[in-house]
């Protein structure tokens, strides 16, 4: 609708959709020429899993790099920032040799050292997670292997792995939820780290050999999740996961006795040849410089004990395909449309962070320069925000990022005054079930530094599905995974809401440029002992 | 109640329980002093699967014997019947080698040869479930490894893998079904033997090098069976089972080209030092030689790819734990109870059948001496039945072979006669959940075959938890999935029937000695398609 204004011209009241043209065209294309699983499955079977840095992350990197610039697409290009060290995992052989020979399931976790060949020593169930812990098993771990989890007993769930949403679920989402301002609030991740770091010193000065997890789920589920990654930072003692029943079946031996043995052949490499992590970027100009961009992205970077199927090539292989559909239709968008496929999710929302600091907004402390980690620390926490010349330019961020679920709509995020808006650019798609507007916020993935800093950034409302009951992060998320119908209902409603979001005349609402909030309760004491 | 008769005693209308001293002695023993989960944890943990006549069962077997013995049991006893080879897993490794390196999960399927050492080829994708299929592949396998499966797509579980039972639940399964005889029925275990057969020899002519197939179950769980273990039957090529992921990845990657490349290294071993598969037997005499005996009993056999938790140790445990339970109690029941742990059951209900031929009654056809597999072939449907001379001694037999759930009461399979008796029996136990008795058949496990001489063989209702969804022969199945509460109830309902039915006057209503049974649907016409 690009003559709009011509008094004879139904205008939308809400703001300009993309031409109904542009719509249809975008559906053939999605539909009846997708290459979305095509996409997704070189990503997944193909490239393997993409550990952040990692030299797997590097081929894919170029892989992504190659597609887009093969699509046509503008200014393909890499954004790097200081992460830390590569690593990657070439075998892992972990067995009982006693009381009877047994292959377990193992993963080494994410950035551990290797064990240097097949270390065999006598386990002892040692379940540490708080520094006070340490004190009962000092004198004790000389020698030994070290489960550090409390074994507990096996799961019985009792709801449904794989599921779609109704109407009540819709209901629940819509409730706004006041903002809440906690200055005491320091993230898990970082708990985390520093925890791994404190463990490993104690295990390594009490001359312990390794260490074991249990897998969080069961059904011989392995994840190995590791957040220990900084030059300089890494652990001194190899650490692998178990899966949970073999684990615990471990746990029980050594309550029965004797302590069963077990060896350990943990192989993996470390590269620290680039320690920067890269996030992959490429436009479709827009017609007018000053109108600034719209955005969609996803995380490239996986974990290692799948092939990052379901989290999160199936984000990556949708905004691929938007992207895809967009540049095969020729559009030629008001607004530049970009597409970012982030790094360093999984440590910590790393990619995207790095982004709005050198483009959008920042905050005070370690920004520029230093790792990753050191910028994370604390962020939203800190004030003022200072705007950066690009900060207005960002008119739109979609996030995909909750598996392989169809798009049921978007997450409002607490920002009503753009529920119309976004309702109007969904009404194309609401019959393909991606309607839904809900007030509800969401955390966890790359929309949330850019929310932090008042840019209007959204993630969609997807279909569950397996993915939390089953495929995240774990080594069962696989392409298989992956729903063809979900996927290209998605890309085509992620194109569909670019197109519009780059052409409308009205732009999202946003709110004022954050500063200091308010304490939400400030006659509340705080209790001595949290 | 031994003194039954005098006027003034009230005696149930349905026939004499158990003194009801006896049963909270019963239910002091089975709670506050149980051994039910030591003994399986000693099962699973300890002793690990057993697979029918491997070396592990030989050890598996010695410990039960010294179990029962040391309890003070009388008679115990193996009771042999010719099987087949023995067989044992090793070590088992296969990995993708190209496009990309890539450790798969795998377990050797029962009873094929080694690799002897790794072989390293190309795979093909040549799906064969006929021997019709075979045509197609013809010239196309040498020096190939052969995918037989028809790769799927990932399931999508929409109900709850763990499960208890509820009202309707109760209903359903109380609905009289009547008995119908189809004279064209063969065993899909024959079937099974027969084709595996068939595909190795086409295999071998071929000139392929390995075979390999899919799970039938998502999440990385493997299951392993197979069922040619016969003396000069067993399969001339190695075959391996992958989880579902990691086979369809290599299908779809032979379906977008080249071809990967798959490691095996299938390290296994026969034993022939014997050939026959044991069951244990261990009595507590009756007081009265004429009176016959009662029989509990449970598969003690397993696969392999897990510990035989659910699949069998469960039944197995609670077996043992009644004989415990009543040996230490020193009842001295009317009739003998009778404590079996069969073998066999996964490859046939072997055990329980080399039982009823040697014991309960014959059919014509190849009986003693035969393997048995030969024994098996067709065993239902052969006619006449010839009483042995024990037929009439055994009154009662009681299976459990339905996973780790809770007692919830007992099938009638049909006996409707036998309901008020039972029904009286279990009375105790109602409020322990265990109260209910349902006219359906069940099948598949140890009590069909004397059910199908005539002789009263129940199995109990079961909570099914996790058993179908996800233990039942899997991997995953190990002592996590055992729940406490629910096998010591199952101890003491078991053990408060054994007595029951051991001291009652009325003992259960029998049906006629089986004679060949009249068409179900005389005027039907055979459709020459199926």
Chains 1, 2 share one sequence.
Do not use: C
């Amino acid at each position: 609708m690009a003559m709009a204004g011509a008094a004879f011209v139904a205008v939308p009241a809400a703001g300009q959709k993309a031409d109904d043209a542009d719509t249809n065209a975008i559906i053939d294309q999605g539909f009846n020429h997708s290459q979305v699983m095509r996409i997704a499955q070189e990503m997944t079977d193909g490239l393997g899993p993409r550990l952040t840095n990692s030299p797997a992350m590097r081929r894919a990197e170029q892989w992504a790099i190659d597609r887009f610039a093969g699509w046509g697409l503008a200014n393909v290009r890499r954004e790097g920032f200081e992460f830390g060290r590569g690593w990657e995992i070439l075998s892992v052989d972990v067995r009982m040799t006693a009381p009877r020979p047994l292959a377990l399931t193992a993963i080494p976790i994410a950035w551990t050292p290797s064990t240097g060949g097949a270390i065999t020593a006598p386990i002892v169930v040692a379940p540490m997670s708080k520094e006070e812990h340490f004190a009962e098993w000092k004198g004790k771990l000389a020698g030994k292997i070290v489960l550090v989890t409390l074994p507990g007993t096996g799961d019985e769930p009792e709801k449904a792995p794989f599921r779609r949403l109704g109407g009540e679920d819709f209901e629940k989402l819509d409730a706004y939820r006041q903002p809440k301002y906690d200055p005491d609030a320091i993230n898990k991740r970082l708990e985390r780290v520093s925890f791994a770091e404190k463990l490993d010193a104690f295990l390594k000065a009490e001359g312990a050999v390794a260490w074991v997890r249990q897998s969080y789920r069961d059904g011989k589920l392995v994840h190995g999740e590791g957040y220990n990654y900084r030059v300089g930072h890494t652990l001194s003692l190899p650490g692998v996961e178990l899966a949970a029943e073999d684990y615990r079946r471990l746990a029980r031996l050594a309550k029965s006795g004797p302590a069963p043995q077990l060896s350990i052949d943990s192989n993996v490499r470390f590269d620290d040849s680039d320690t920067k992590a890269y996030n992959i970027i490429a436009d479709i100009p827009g017609s007018d410089p000053k109108a600034g961009y719209v955005m969609a992205g996803a995380h490239f970077d996986s974990w290692v004990a799948g092939d990052g199927a379901t989290d999160n090539a199936a984000g990556s292989a949708v905004v691929m395909e938007a992207a895809r559909i967009l540049k095969t239709l020729g559009v030629r968008p008001k607004r530049t449309i970009r597409f970012v496929l982030w790094t360093g999710e999984e440590q910590g929302l790393l990619g995207s962070l790095a982004y709005v600091d050198k483009h959008l907004a920042t905050r005070p402390g370690p920004t520029e320069g230093e790792d990753g980690n050191a910028l994370y620390y604390g962020w939203p926490n800190r004030y003022p925000v200072t705007p950066r010349p690009g900060y207005g330019d960002l008119k739109a961020y979609f996030n995909m990022d909750n598996g392989s679920g169809k798009l049921r709509g978007v997450y409002a995020e607490g920002n009503v005054a753009a529920v119309p808006l976004l309702q109007a650019w969904l009404a194309p798609f609401a019959s393909m079930g991606a309607g839904k507007v809900v007030a509800a916020p969401t955390g966890g993935t790359d929309h949330v530094y850019m929310q932090s800093v008042g840019v209007p950034g959204f993630q969609f409302i997807q279909d569950p599905l397996d993915y939390g009951s089953r495929t995240h992060h774990s080594s069962a998320d696989t392409f298989d995974h992956l729903k063809a119908d979900d996927l290209r209902q998605a890309s085509v409603v992620m194109a569909g809401m670019l197109l519009a979001s780059a052409n409308s005349d009205k732009t999202l609402p946003r709110f004022p440029v954050p500063s200091q909030p308010a304490p939400y309760d400030p006659f509340q004491y705080k209790d001595p002992d949290q």
